[in-house]
Every structure is written in C-alpha cells, then in structure tokens.
C-alpha cells in the first residue's frame, strides 16, 4: 500500500496547488486512539492536498487506514507521524515508513477493518 501511495505521489502532480507551499504531501501516521467501536491501533497513510484559491475547504485528504485490535505490542510502539512535502524526500519517506516499527508490526497481520475517505479534511 505505502508503495502505491508513494509511487503515484511522485508520478502525478495535483492541479491548482502550490507545491512550494507544501500544497501536496503525504503524512504517515501511527498510534492507537479512540475509534468507532472502540479504541484501535490505526496505520495511515494520507495524501493531502491545498487547493489554491479556495476560501473554504481548501484542505483535501484521501486516507487510507488500517485498525487492528490494540495490543501490548501496539501500545509499546505508541504513536507518530512523518510528513513528506515534496517529491523530491519520497525516496527517504517510503524509507522511514517502510522501516518504521508500525510498518514491521503491520506487515502480514489481517486489519480487524480498513477505512478509506477522501474530502475536506476535518
């Protein structure tokens, strides 16, 4: 999945954005927070991009997230995130996500459910 993400990341470009100004990065986030149905180990990865002249709903996001069931192991890895904003740090940011200790927990283990949305972030 995060090589997907990343791979489209560096190949596309967004209309009406800033590049310069941070309008498309991706975020990778992990942890385990409060969630429908109760608390879960999240892994996510988000492609956020801001629309240039736009007044309202500026920020869009599409999101993909696992949630596994937290564990003690989940819990010892706690929570982060690392953003990528530019194309040009993609390299270093599939990098760090692909070694990070969500990514190992992750790998191979069957997410209770997954999520995605695209929209206005908030």
């Not at 956020?48 to 999101?63: C, H, K, T, V």
């Not at 530019?86 to 990098?95: G, I, K, L, N, Q």
């Not at 790998?107 to 949305?117: F, N, Q, V």
């Amino acid at each position: 999945m995060v090589a997907a993400v990343v791979s489209w990341y560096q190949a596309e470009r967004a209309d009406d954005v800033a590049l310069d100004q941070d309008g498309d990065a991706l975020l990778f986030q992990w942890g385990t927070y409060d969630s429908v149905g109760g608390p879960s180990f999240q892994y996510d990865i988000t492609r956020q991009l801001i629309l240039e002249d736009e007044e309202d709903d500026a920020f869009w996001q599409l999101s993909v997230t696992l949630h596994f069931l937290p564990t003690a192991e989940t819990k010892a890895l706690g929570s982060g995130n690392r953003w990528c904003l530019h194309p040009a740090e993609a390299d270093a940011f599939r990098s760090f996500v692909e070694a990070s200790g969500a990514s190992i927990h992750v790998r191979g283990a069957d997410p209770a459910r997954t999520e995605t949305r695209f929209g206005p972030a908030g």
